[in-house]
């Protein structure tokens, strides 16, 4: 993987060069991703950039002064070394991530779940932790990062480096690591010469304080909505329209736009149509229809269906405010937005998406469908029928 294959983020690349390229990484870093916005795929690219034999030994320029490091802006990605990492098998890479058990009552380790890690980076490189874990059989198993785990890093990264060069660890979702995490500290803080180790996590708050404190900290922001259309049209053969319009509904992050595509033909359109008639027009027996059909859909698909119907909103929000060249999605959508225009005020709209989004978190909580929709049903006939505008608790 090399810089090239990485989703936008073209600040974060630059600034992770500059530290290398300056000397100032510090022996852990930890890069903060939320979900989709490319943590990991990051992660394997920097690791393969510092180990790419071209960056470690670049060709003297003509123009260069005797210690100037100008090093290459990618790494080459056709050395031994790129090709090794691009298969993540360099000996000097070494990944942890969280794992189940394979019994019942005993400890895994990464290593012992190596070739589904390979497969799962390979193929699927900005999924998460959730999407993993399902991967190896996890079903309803917690993932865990076991106190093993631990004692396993310390063996691996006090291992001779192979290369006689650089050494990597790539700890993907610290979040996993219990109190047993305090036992990487002394790593964390003096690790072997020549060893460099990359957190790479969704949630600062959810890490030990005591590892997130020792590390240099490097956030990666969601994905500008151009990169992930682009991205979508070269990867998957999307059509121009149909990415941007994906890419605008994805808040920043590839995995939830391959999900988005992935479910086009679930056609939510018809779907917010079927809702906004029973809601407005034809009454309670139609709504709690609805609601049925809405809650036989798993809790990803709910979410995402009222991710599309507040981008929805939001388009009618922008034709109200700014006119409607600035909807920002276009035909039978665009059609939609103008719509709900004539049913609905400036503040009733934005009323409904904070509904909305209220119930997409409660959804995220676990809470249970059928009653979230049915009062979100309820509560949305209240803002738009009676023209009032209920006070959001
Ligand atoms: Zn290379």
Redesign the pocket.
């Known amino acids: 993987m090399r810089f090239a294959d990485i989703i936008g983020q073209e600040l974060v690349v630059a600034k992770l060069r500059s530290l290398a390229e300056q000397n100032r990484l510090s022996h852990a870093l930890l890069l903060l991703a939320r979900p989709g916005t490319g943590g990991l795929p990051l992660a394997v690219a920097f690791a393969q950039y510092l180990l ?4 470690q030994d670049p060709a003297p320029s003509l123009f260069d002064s005797k210690d100037s490091h100008a090093m290459p802006p990618d ?5 031994p ?2 090709r090794k990492v691009s298969a993540l098998a360099h000996p000097d890479l070494h990944f942890s991530y969280p794992v189940i058990s394979r019994k019942p009552g005993t400890p895994s380790l990464s290593t012992d779940f190596a070739a589904e890690w390979r497969e799962f980076v390979g193929q699927y490189p900005y999924g998460n932790d959730f999407d993993w874990l399902q991967s190896i059989g996890a079903e309803n198993r917690q993932g865990k990062i076991f106190a093993a785990e631990c004692i396993d890093i310390h063996r691996r990264l006090t291992l001779k480096s192979y290369e006689g060069r650089l050494k990597i660890l790539i700890l993907w979702m610290p979040e996993y690591l219990e109190k047993e995490g305090n036992r990487l500290l002394k790593l964390i803080e003096e690790p072997p010469l020549g060893t460099l180790i990359l957190l790479v996590a969704e949630e600062y708050g959810e890490i030990l304080p005591t590892i997130g404190s020792r590390s240099q900290l490097v956030r990666l922001p969601p994905i500008e909505a151009p990169s992930i259309a682009k991205a979508l049209a070269a990867r998957c053969g999307t059509e121009e329209s149909r990415a941007e319009s994906i890419a605008a509904m994805s808040d920043g992050s590839y995995r939830e736009a391959l999900a988005l595509l992935q479910h086009h033909e679930d056609d939510w359109l018809s779907v917010a149509r079927e809702w906004l008639n029973a809601i407005l027009r034809n009454g309670p027996v139609a709504q709690v229809r609805w609601v049925e059909e809405i809650s036989k859909h798993g809790r990803e698909k709910q979410k995402q269906f009222l991710r599309y119907m507040c981008h929805l909103v939001e388009a009618s929000i922008r034709i109200q405010t700014m006119g409607a060249t600035t909807a920002g999605c276009q035909g039978p959508e665009a059609d939609f937005a103008e719509k709900l225009n004539r049913v609905a005020g400036l503040g009733q709209l934005q009323a409904m998406a904070a509904e909305m989004e209220r119930c997409a978190y409660q959804i995220e909580r676990n809470a249970h469908a059928k009653i979230l929709f049915l009062s979100l049903s309820v509560r949305l006939q209240h803002i738009l029928r009676d023209n009032v505008v209920l006070l959001i608790s």
Do not use: I, K, L
Request: aromatic share 0%; glycine share 10%; charged share 10%.
């Open positions: 790419c034999d071209a960056v790494s080459c990605g056709t050395c070394s790129c």
